[in-house]
């Protein structure tokens, strides 16, 4: 990934991180909790595809898995966060513009359903009952909702940022590739013009002056005959 992206990704994932810990989960509404981790890792992944949504995914899972006060084994939320990241990714569009709202609702529907799936399988490989307790078809049933309902408010913006970072001229140039064309795309972008036709334009000049300086020594001649 790029730098661009690692940057905005990490600013994007802690601040998320800290209003899930100290805003979210305060909340205490019956269920599940909205998970703003989940929503921000999909905005991503939406713009960055299906390997960035994988990366970043892991990396704000694992930051999850850390962060007090996680009670649960480390690397569990980071493989639910890493696999939906990826599939997630899988719905990105070519110009990295979706065309409807339809799309991304169902993928966080399906996302919230998914994860809270996959989160308690993992923990029953491990031994935590804990969603069994609470009851599987109300954590479903209400993360699919909380989220649904946080989405538009969460993803759209996530994605905008996303794009307008992805797309900055002056931070591609800075990070390697090809910075004269960059350079000069940005210049010509700026101007309206382009290079290639400004040199053009010179060289027409030039044959033009060339031209008038013949027909006039021509002339001259003409006269001294």
């Given at each position: 990934?790029?730098?661009?992206r ?22 205490h ?144 140039a ?29 060289g ?22």
């Amino acid at each position: 990934m790029r730098v661009n992206r690692i940057l905005l990704s990490s600013a994007l994932v802690v601040v998320a991180l800290v209003i899930q810990v100290s805003v979210l989960a305060r909340l205490h509404l019956p269920g599940a909790v909205p998970d703003l981790m989940l929503l921000t890792v999909l905005g991503l992944a939406m713009v960055y595809g299906h390997v960035g949504g994988a990366l970043v995914g892991f990396g704000a899972g694992l930051l999850a898995d850390l962060a007090p006060p996680a009670d649960h084994a480390a690397g569990r939320y980071a493989l639910v966060l890493c696999v939906v990241g990826y599939f997630a990714g899988l719905i990105k569009p070519e110009n990295g513009r979706l065309k409807s709202a339809t799309g991304p609702m169902l993928v966080v529907v399906a996302a919230a359903i998914g994860s809270t799936l996959l989160y308690a399988g993992v923990g029953a490989l491990v031994g935590d009952t804990a969603a069994r307790h609470v009851g599987m078809t109300s954590l479903l049933i209400t993360a699919a909702l909380y989220d649904l309902l946080l989405a538009p408010f969460v993803v759209p913006g996530v994605m905008a940022l996303a794009r307008r970072a992805d797309n900055d001229p002056l931070t591609e140039a800075n990070s390697g590739g090809k910075a004269g064309d960059i350079s000069s795309g940005w210049i010509s972008s700026g101007t309206g013009m382009r290079i290639g036709g400004q040199r053009s334009g010179l060289g027409a000049l030039k044959a033009r002056a060339r031209t008038r300086n013949v027909r006039v020594g021509r002339i001259k001649g003409v006269k001294r005959l």
